[in-house]
């Protein structure tokens, strides 16, 4: 499937959704580069934990504190996870975040996907978005660009839940 032949959406998660959100966890590769976190066990990754998921999903959403989406291919395989996640709290500014499955890297999933996570944002009413990745991540560095954000520059950033602080490379765009 080329490029110009791909469509994806952009949507919450389902519970009929269980069987591609499977799916793609048990196929994925090995990881294929350092930035890729390819395949790991999922043992446990049953249509309960599925369940449980989507529920926490919803209550985050409902309390405005992050959105979670699946990006769906034409055939409804999960090819990508995209998150908005509220950093302040008049509910304005958020981070996003993507994953693309190495088994559809190289397609224009990330790129697709982030353009439609911008339309997102704007519904729900975000007007700055974050984006943060690994300082030597020339291809997520060259999509934010191509896309219209601004390069702020290497900052320490906040993960892990104030466990580590990683210098990343930051880029923000206004909505």
Same mark, same amino acid.
């Given at each position: 499937?080329?490029?110009?032949?791909?469509?994806?959406?952009?949507?919450?998660?389902?519970?009929?959704?269980?069987?591609?959100?499977?799916?793609? !966890?048990?196929?994925?590769?090995?990881?294929?580069?350092?930035?890729?976190?390819?395949?790991?066990?999922?043992?446990?990754?049953?249509?309960?934990?599925?369940?449980?998921?989507?529920?926490?999903?919803? +209550?985050?959403? +409902?309390?405005?504190?992050?959105?979670?989406?699946?990006?769906?291919?034409?055939?409804?395989?999960?090819?990508?996870?995209?998150?908005?996640?509220?950093?302040?709290?008049?509910?304005?500014?958020? +981070?996003?975040?993507?994953?693309?499955?190495?088994?559809?890297?190289?397609?224009?999933?990330?790129?697709?996907?982030?353009?439609?996570?911008?339309?997102?944002?704007?519904?729900?009413?975000?007007?700055?978005?974050?984006?943060?990745?690994?300082?030597?991540?020339?291809?997520?560095?060259?999509?934010?660009?191509?896309?219209?954000?601004?390069?702020?520059? !290497?900052?320490?950033?906040?993960?892990?839940?104030?466990?580590?602080?990683?210098?990343?490379?930051?880029?923000?765009?206004?909505?």
């Amino acid at each position: 499937m080329s490029e110009q032949d791909l469509v994806i959406t952009l949507r919450p998660f389902r519970q009929d959704d269980f069987n591609a959100w499977l799916w793609v !966890h048990e196929h994925q590769h090995p990881s294929m580069n350092s930035f890729d976190e390819g395949y790991f066990p999922t043992q446990g990754f049953n249509e309960r934990y599925f369940n449980s998921l989507i529920t926490e999903y919803e +209550e985050l959403s +409902e309390n405005h504190d992050a959105f979670v989406f699946g990006a769906f291919d034409q055939e409804q395989r999960l090819c990508a996870i995209a998150q908005l996640i509220t950093l302040s709290d008049d509910l304005k500014t958020a +981070e996003l975040k993507l994953r693309v499955f190495n088994l559809y890297f190289n397609r224009g999933v990330g790129k697709q996907s982030l353009i439609l996570l911008l339309e997102k944002a704007k519904e729900i009413g975000y007007s700055k978005l974050l984006a943060h990745c690994s300082l030597h991540h020339e291809v997520a560095q060259k999509l934010f660009t191509s896309l219209g954000f601004s390069d702020e520059g !290497h900052k320490l950033v906040q993960e892990c839940d104030q466990v580590c602080w990683p210098t990343k490379h930051v880029f923000s765009i206004n909505l």
